[in-house]
Each structure stands twice: as C-alpha cells, then as structure tokens.
C-alpha cells in the first residue's frame, strides 16, 4: 500500500526566503506525482504535476523534483511572499485512473 | 461562478441521522471524486465514477453511499451518521483526457 509523508508539518519562514518542502513515498511504482495547495475555505488547487517519466517541473516561482528510486519529491519555493501561506499537499496518482494518495501536507506561514 | 460547488458548507447533525452532502460542476467532466479530509491523515477517497453509470468504492466507503444523478452531479450520503464521520469533505472533478483534477471548498460535518 503506497504510504505518503510529508515533513515538516509546519513551517514559518519570513518573507522573501526560499524554501523547500518534501514529500516521501513507499511505492516507486507510480504513474505521476502532484503538488496542491490547500486554503481555507477554498478547496485544493493543483500547483504542478509531474509525469513518471519527468525530473522536474517549473511554474513561476515553484520547482518540483522527481527522484522515483528514492522516492522523493521536493517542492521549491522561491523568494517566498505572504500570499504563499497555505497548507501544501503532495499526491500520488498510481494508475491512469487518478485513485490519489495524499500526504498530511507541510503548513506554510511566510511571515512579512 | 465557481466550476465545482458543494453543498451545504457546513452542516451539524446528530448520531443516526440521515445526510446528504451535494456536488455539482460545470466543467463537463466525466469523472467525480468524494474525498474526506481528518488531521493528520490527509486525503482518503471515498467513492468515485467514471460515468453517469459508474460508482467505484475508494479506501473508506464504508458506513458512506453515492448517487451520481447526472454528468454533473454526485451526491454523498451518511445513511446513520456517527461521530468519527466528523470531518471535512472534498468532491473533485476530472477530465478522462486530463490527469489533474479540480476540487469543490468542501463541506465541513460536525457530527454530535
């Protein structure tokens, strides 16, 4: 059974620091790995989604890294801001069919 | 108007009562996901189809029942709710030709 981790739980940065959060998982087996950002009242949000065939994805300031033999997933956060706080949630997709397997999430607070 | 709507919000009830949380999308997605979210353990499917006339079990289904009236409806049913089904619930949408799927605010259950 796939098992996602996530650490740290929390964390508090003050604005304008790059951060790095990350993501573990038990099965390499894997047919993709998602980013999501979660916000109070608002639902998930997909960040970026990466392929198992990928290294990496970029989208504006985010950068997520695949290394499925290790089975680990960074998500890189650069030049933090205020607006960046929210819970952050790593998926994995295990088949074509998208049953995902979430982690608990890493709590972002950036502080101005 | 936002894509993935659930209905209600919040909703209190009592052990044994009968509930019915709603999901509603109108982007034209064939797929549809129940999620329930606890602290500390992150997202666990509940049902999901793939189709007006699909209904898959996920990971927790039991005590849990599904109707999918239409393409964009799915509905989520606590026949005799308890308390440990105290928590908050995600509906998601996906497109079959699209691997991301979009997620509705939730709707948060306090079970007495």
């Known amino acids: 059974k796939q098992e996602v981790t996530q650490i740290p739980a929390a964390l508090s940065v003050p604005e304008g620091e790059n951060l790095v959060l990350n993501c573990s998982f038990t099965?390499?087996?894997?047919?993709?790995l998602q980013w999501f950002r979660q916000d109070p009242g608002k639902g998930l949000t997909s960040l970026l989604l990466?392929?198992?065939?990928?290294r990496e994805q970029t989208s504006g300031r985010l950068n997520a890294s695949l290394d499925k033999s290790s089975g680990r997933s960074t998500l890189y956060i650069a030049a933090s801001q205020p607006g960046d706080s929210a819970t952050y949630l790593c998926?994995?997709?295990?088949?074509?069919?998208?049953?995902?397997?979430f982690g608990t999430g890493t709590r972002l607070l950036v502080s101005p | 108007d936002a894509d993935v709507t659930q209905t209600p919000r919040n909703r209190i009830t009592k052990t044994g009562k009968r509930i019915m949380l709603e999901c509603s999308q109108t982007k034209g997605h064939d797929r549809m996901y129940w999620y329930r979210q606890d602290p500390g353990l992150g997202l666990r499917l509940i049902y999901y189809?793939?189709?007006?006339?699909?209904?898959n079990k996920g990971e927790i289904s039991d005590g849990y029942s599904v109707s999918r009236q239409a393409q964009a409806k799915f509905s989520l049913s606590l026949e005799s709710a308890i308390p440990n089904q105290t928590a908050l619930y995600f509906c998601a949408t996906q497109s079959s030709a699209v691997e991301t799927q979009y997620f509705g605010p939730g709707t948060r259950l306090l079970v007495l």
């Open positions: 990466i392929q198992s065939s990928q």
């Open positions: 099965d390499s087996a894997i047919y993709n």
């Open positions: 998926a994995i997709g295990n088949t074509g069919f998208q049953k995902l397997v």
């Open positions: 189809s793939f189709d007006v006339k699909d209904i």
